[in-house]
């Protein structure tokens, strides 16, 4: 059976990623028969009814699903083809009590206009009554206009559909989740919906252990813990992970009532983590410090020559005292990445996922390439695009070992050198130069 | 922290992972908070196999708790014990440190607990 699901058209590149990664996580073979970054409306075949709204209850991306009745280029097309290819359900529905709506994309129907598109479907024999609240079935005319129509005088739409309603997603919760109500946030919190989405995409659920190694206020950590996973995290500053009094991560996760829900969180540097080397974690998701906003900083001493002596102050180990913060050296974020890939391989279980965004200059030149390794394949790349840089979202999923070629071993990226942040990290020295072109 | 956290940790030191004394780590002058959390069957059985089972012997003898099975249940053995289902969720969930310090056996270093957050940044010649 051929069903449409309902996206938003926002956050396009993201929308099949979360679908797919979604079927995974429910375990349903999909099939995508039509979709374009341009429509909302994507075609696809499930094994049933209840696979549809299953496949389609926690996503943020989508807004509906339904159950097509037929499909066309004009009504008169779109009547034949109700007719053709679902006169077989017609019987089901004669009795019950149910409600015509309209939903028209880059277009727009006056209620007039909309009554009188309704009663056009009059053929069909529903004997039931109708109501616009408490109904039994909901049957919307779906209808895609060329963009810009009105501009052009284009009279009809390019497509119209005839399709049952099934079931909703689970877009509400991002105001439930919206930042603005947050106890804890501050300036790199990741919104609600793009925090929701990377939980799904990286297949987070109940019973399913999580990890945030860069997590800041922990809004990946919330919104994994949302879809039931128990959530850890940590943080090289030791001031995000505290919070001010009584505001840190456990407040949110007690706002939004999810306390069993929170697993941990600890001080740590990824570079240096306390983890041990085992297939821990069900999915690891984070947003790396890009060393734009927020500097990419790692445990040492900018002068690898200095610091390998304990330090003592009036006779007491310095490093032992309440006080002491240990010296952080700036770090490369290719390095990184490289470091978040090699933990991924190790702690991951068969089949676990790991997400993490990634900034990347627009302009082909000085884009950053995706990082690679033979354990980890990837899933999907989604893109939301600024200005002049654009952030990515990259999946990978661990592959069983039994399944890594033997060949492939991983080229190790030469060594980054230098000492100072612009030396190490590419995307912040373009972004500070405003990723212009050498001589432009 | 967690005493389910405490079983997947050890030292951060990297010249300390090879060995096995830096695993599990010892909580010193610990304080001990417990919280009643809802149980989940499913996160239990998942948490299961990924348990280093001596080192959670060793914490529960360390912390005082009362002594586990000798080698780790099975998720069949663990279903059909309420008593031991309920002491796991117990002790790795709702039990937690809320003060003291984690030492590693290895190489001696303390890492410190303030207001259940252990924190493992290392000092530099440590690093």
Redesign the interface.
Known sequence: MEYMIRFTQSHETFRLAEIEALAVFEGIKLEVISYSLDSPFCLVKLPSEEAAIRLVRRSILAKSVYEVWGKASTYEGLFDSIRAESQHLWPLYETCSFKFSVDTFQGSRTPAEQRNLIERFGFLPFEGPIKMKGFDQEFCILEEWVHDSAAFGIQDPQSVCLARYLGSSARDIIAKYDLKKRKYISTTSMDAELSLVTANITLAGPGKLFYDPFVGTGSFSVACAHFGALAFGSDIDGRNIRGKGKVNILANFDQYGLMPQFGDSFVADLTNTPLRAARLFDGILCDPPYGVREGLKVLGSRDPTKGREVVYLNGKAHHTEEDYIPPKRPYSFLAMLDDILDFATFSLVDNGRLSFWMPTANDENQEIQVPQHPCLEITSICTQTFNRWSRRLITYRRIPDSEVPAEAIREQRAKEQGISADDLNPFRKGYFKGFKLNGK | ??L??LN???????SC?STSAS?PLHPKDCELVS?T??S?P??L???LP?L?WSALSTTASELGFPGLPPSAPTKEELEANEKLFHDLHTLLLET?ISEGSLVCANCGH??KIK?G?????????L?
């Open positions: 922290m967690k389910l956290t997947f940790l050890t030292c951060a030191v990297k992972k695993f919280d959390l809802k989940d499913k996160l059985f998942n948490i990924r280093d937690h303390s890492y207001e957050i252990a924190n493992f940044l290392l000092p530099n010649h690093v």
